[in-house]
C-alpha cells in the first residue's frame, strides 16, 4: 500500500452500532459491520474487510463480536477461524474501580493498546498505545452539519497502523456498545 503521509480517514456511513460500512476518503480501505444473527439469546456482528484481494478469504468475516442475552458483553472472535474471548478479557479496564469507557486490549502485534472516552477535548474516543501515541480517533459529527449518505462521523487511523484497523474497529464497537448499554 503506498504511503501518502496521511492516515487513513473511514468514514461511518450509519454510525449506527447496528451496522455501518467504514470507507477511507481515499479509497484506500473499505470495511463493512454486518449484524448477522439478532435472538432472544445474541446477537452477532460480522466485520469484514471489502478490500482483500484473496476472493477466498473475502467470505469469511475479518472479526465476530457476538453478544449476549439483553446487550450483555460476549465475545470476539479474530481472523478466519480464530480462538474466542471473553470481550470482558479482551478489553480490560485500566483499574478495577476505573471507568467502563477506559480499557486496554492486545492486538493482533502483540502490543497494547487502550481506548478512552472523551479524554481528550475535541475527540469522542482516542486509543493510544503503551508509548501514549495516538493511534486511532472516532469522533462525532459536527452539530448542525448535514451529510448525504453519510452520518459524519469517523474512524481515523494513523498511517502507520493499517495492520491494526480490523482490531481498532472490532475493539471501538465493543467500547461503543459498553458506553450505549452502560455496561
Not at 460476549?74 to 481472523?79: A, F, K, L, S
Not at 474466542?84 to 493498546?113: H, I, W
Not at 486511532?136 to 495492520?163: F, Q, R, W
Request: hydrophobic share 35%; with cysteine.
Amino acid at each position: 500500500m503506498p504511503t501518502l503521509g496521511i492516515p487513513y480517514f473511514l468514514e461511518d456511513k450509519t454510525g449506527l452500532l447496528s451496522g455501518s460500512e467504514f470507507v477511507d476518503v481515499h479509497d484506500r480501505m473499505r470495511l463493512s459491520v454486518r449484524c448477522t444473527l439478532k435472538d432472544s439469546m445474541r446477537t452477532a456482528y460480522m466485520i469484514y474487510d471489502l478490500m482483500n484481494p484473496n476472493p477466498r478469504t473475502f467470505q469469511y468475516p475479518a472479526a465476530t463480536l457476538d453478544y449476549g442475552p439483553n446487550d450483555t458483553l460476549g465475545t470476539i472472535h479474530m481472523g478466519i477461524g480464530g480462538m474466542g474471548m471473553s470481550m470482558n478479557q479482551y478489553l480490560v479496564k485500566l483499574s478495577p474501580f476505573g471507568s467502563s469507557k477506559c480499557r486496554k486490549f492486545t492486538a493482533s502485534d502483540g502490543q497494547e493498546y487502550h481506548w478512552s472516552w472523551r479524554s481528550r477535548e475535541g475527540f469522542e474516543w482516542t486509543c493510544l498505545n503503551s508509548s501514549g501515541y495516538l493511534v486511532a480517533y472516532y469522533n462525532l459529527k459536527i452539530p448542525d452539519e448535514h451529510y448525504v449518505g453519510s452520518s459524519g462521523c469517523m474512524l481515523t487511523v494513523d498511517e502507520s497502523y493499517p495492520h491494526l484497523v480490523v482490531d481498532l474497529l472490532a475493539s471501538l464497537l465493543i467500547m461503543r456498545h459498553i458506553a450505549e448499554h452502560n455496561l
